[in-house]
């Protein structure tokens, strides 16, 4: 092999390791977002050189902030809405049998994700709106965001607090846990209905019938979905290559 297509294989082999940690940083720093987006942001506002450009950054995370929780507001009361609504789905199936507990279960623990979602983004909301009418708001937000920690120098550091960045993504991780437990619920009721029961009997129609088939249909359709976003999330989390 020629070393210039050793070279390239290496640098293939270390983009797709580095494409692998970005998206496992979803589940580590990130909590359920790129870590660049959520711990790397408030890192910046917090160790930028001049006072100016920290005051800069935390204006510009704060009002980006305050446009991201009334969007989770508003979308976690349509989601509230869309969930509520499902009490007047029927509970007998086209098979005669009742509907599981656990559909139920799977609801109404995402009607309480949603309202938290809601109720969390209002909470955080009136915390920054709150903070930003002092006099040194600035300064305020950065003092609860970031903290002294001494590194294995001795050296003391300024770093974001852990709790804070997780804190901060309650308000999505409520509303991506809603919607989670409403396709799941969807998932229970729609595989309940293709089992054996006093309207479909094993000796008359056979197993694959129109529930059935509505069945794989939908967990075909759901599962790529489930890939399309998941591509779309790790698309998010990419490294960006130094130019």
């Not at 305020?140 to 120098?153: A, T």
């Not at 619920?185 to 129609?205: D, H, V």
């Not at 056979?206 to 759901?222: E, F, H, M, Q, Y």
Request: glycine share 6%; with cysteine; net charge positive.
């Amino acid at each position: 092999m020629k070393p210039q297509d050793e070279i390239a294989e290496a640098m293939n082999d270390t983009g797709r390791a580095a494409s692998v940690g970005a998206f496992m940083s979803l589940f580590r720093g990130g909590l359920i977002a790129p870590t660049d987006t959520t711990y790397d942001a408030i890192a910046h506002l917090l160790t930028a050189e001049t006072l100016a450009e920290r005051d800069e950054l935390t204006t510009q995370w704060r009002d980006h902030k305050l446009e991201e929780l009334n969007f989770i507001g508003v979308v976690g009361a349509l989601l509230a809405g869309c969930l509520t609504s499902t009490g007047s789905w029927p509970t007998v199936l086209h098979n005669g049998r009742q509907a599981p507990w656990t559909v139920r279960t799977c609801w109404y623990t995402g009607m309480v994700f949603a309202l938290f979602a809601v109720l969390t983004a209002a909470q955080q909301s009136i915390r920054l709106h709150r903070l930003s009418a002092h006099k040194d708001s600035l300064k305020n937000i950065r003092h609860f965001m970031g903290c002294k920690v001494r590194d294995r120098e001795g050296v003391v550091r300024i770093k974001p607090r852990r709790f804070q960045v997780y804190g901060w993504q309650a308000s999505v991780m409520f509303l991506t846990l809603s919607v989670v437990t409403l396709v799941l619920g969807m998932c229970i009721l729609i595989w309940s209905a293709t089992q054996f029961g006093p309207y479909k009997r094993e000796s008359e129609t056979g197993w694959w019938d129109s529930n059935a088939k509505l069945a794989v249909t939908w967990s075909v359709l759901t599962l790529a979905t489930i890939l399309a976003f998941l591509f779309a999330q790790a698309s998010l989390a990419m490294r960006k290559d130094r130019i």
